[in-house]
């Protein structure tokens, strides 16, 4: 019974973002029921004290806004760099390079972006800030194709749920009881397969739609007249950036310090269009500044609704499913476990280590379970967060590929489902060994 009346608010939240309800919408809602829980769970003896006022600040504000805001700085910086960059014309020469080189069939291309796309995710640890600089010049080239969007998507979750960089792979490997370079190495086989099989899928969305090279007008009438020499220079600054999203980290490794980070990244790229893309500082900071904008304004919204989403956890109800899951057949621990990281993700995706932190404590104390297991568990999670309409990820494919948030999970859905359906069965697979 106390169960159910916990899941009553998570309930209440999924239904109103099916209903394409806004997040906030769903969040306040969902947290006034959390709150009239909170006292009834007080009066069957279940908690001690129910949520007060008091309550909300710490919840919303420091446990929401103030956590997602610290905890994304390097894709708001890298964002911001993104736009600027796209601002001064360096990925719309790209294009008109690639228009030139490969006259309109673009099949490969989008799969290599897609790879692209997952190293640079699985080198930095995190997706977002990597989806604003690629998803435009994917867009460019190919425009809004659903295929083409759910490979990014998935390559992305792959990716930071497998990175030894990221936060998710060291809950894993913490839950799991290695070390995170092992437990990364470990996983290593899933994430390559992943990664071609996320390009094989952009590969064949474009090629179904004949590799019609998507180019405004406008692109070929600022463009058709430079030389190749002019527009290779051009296309400077978006590569450099790119490569330092990519391999900085490996970089500041021939230092005795790190040189190579967000900002300074930023300024790098900043420099370099004022030289090669022609741009006058004056415009270029603007150009800068107001690159934040999107992301800002979209970690301030997910922030305030994962507040909400804390206060549901406040009532015990991610623990007590995981408990549940603790009570199952061993076979099947690790498939039920990864439905649930799934499931759960979809209304809770902003921050997807926040899942994993609900989930993975419970877990580990389940006797005999597969380091594997725990790495299935985190992609699951992954996959999740990429039809979740607060996953910062979505939001930016979604700036990125210039459709709604719901278009791109409506996009994703049945390539993400099918992806979590594979991990689903090779967690069984793994729980019968």
Known sequence: MNLILMLIPLIVILYLLIRKQHMLVAGIVGGIVAVAVSWILVATGKL???????????LIVNGGIKDMLSKYLAPVIY??????????GSIKALVEILNRKLKGKLAWLAAAIVIVQALATYMAGMGAGNTMVIAPLMF???GFIPEVVAGMAIATAIAF???PASTETALASTAAGMDVGAFANMMLPVTIIVFIL???????GVHKRHNVLRTSEKV?????AKTNKEIWLMVVPFVVFLLLVIFGNKLNGLFTYSVFVPIINVIIAAVLCVIFCKESTEKVSKNLIEGSRFILTTLFGVGIFLGFINMIAYLGTFSELAGLIADAPKWIVAF????LAFIIAIPSGAFCAGVLTLLLPTIALIPGLSPLAFGLIAISAGLGTQISPVQINIAALSEGFQVSVFEVIQGNLKFVLSAAGLVGVFAIIVGLL
């Open 48 to 58: 001690e004290t129910g949520l007060q006022p008091s309550d909300f600040e710490n």
């Open 161 to 163: 749920t497998t990175s």
């Open 198 to 204: 996320a390009a094989a899928l952009a590969f064949y």
């Open 79 to 88: 964002a911001a760099g993104a736009v600027m960059i796209a601002r001064s």
């Open 140 to 142: 460019a080239a190919v």
């Open 220 to 224: 070929q009438d600022e463009l058709t």
């Open 336 to 339: 039920l476990a990864c439905v």
